[in-house]
C-alpha cells in the first residue's frame, strides 16, 4: 500500500518537475545569452576605444561612432532574437505539458 502511495505521489509530482525543468533550460539560456551578449558589447567597447587613439578628424571620430553603433544595435537585436526564442521555446513545451497533464487527468476520470 505505501508502495502504490509512494508510485502515485511520484506519478502526479512528474509534471511539475517536467515544468522546473523546462524552467531551469530557458533561464540557463537566458542567462548564457546574456553573458554572449555583455561579451560582444565589451568587446566591441574596447576595440572602439582602441581605434579612438587612431581618429584625427572630427569626421573619422564620427564613423568610428556610427560603426560602434551599428555594431552595438547589431549585438543588441541577436540577443533579443535569442531571448525571444527561449521564451517561445519555453512557452510552447510549458503547454505541451500542461495539455498532456489535462489529457492525462481527463483520461483517468
Known amino acids: 500500500m505505501f508502495q502504490d502511495m509512494s508510485k502515485q505521489m511520484s506519478d502526479s509530482m512528474e509534471p511539475f518537475k517536467n515544468f522546473v525543468n523546462i524552467q531551469t533550460r530557458m533561464l540557463e539560456d537566458l542567462t548564457r545569452h546574456q553573458m554572449e ?10 576595440q572602439q576605444t582602441q581605434q579612438l587613439q587612431q581618429c584625427k578628424t572630427p569626421v573619422d571620430l564620427m564613423e568610428l561612432q556610427q560603426s560602434y553603433a551599428k555594431e552595438l544595435e547589431k549585438t543588441l537585436r541577436a540577443a533579443n532574437e535569442q531571448n525571444m526564442k527561449a521564451l517561445r521555446d519555453a512557452r510552447d513545451a510549458m503547454e505541451k505539458l500542461a495539455r498532456g497533464s489535462l489529457d492525462n487527468t481527463a483520461g483517468k476520470s
Open 37 to 46: 551578449c555583455t561579451k560582444a558589447c565589451l568587446e566591441a567597447t574596447m
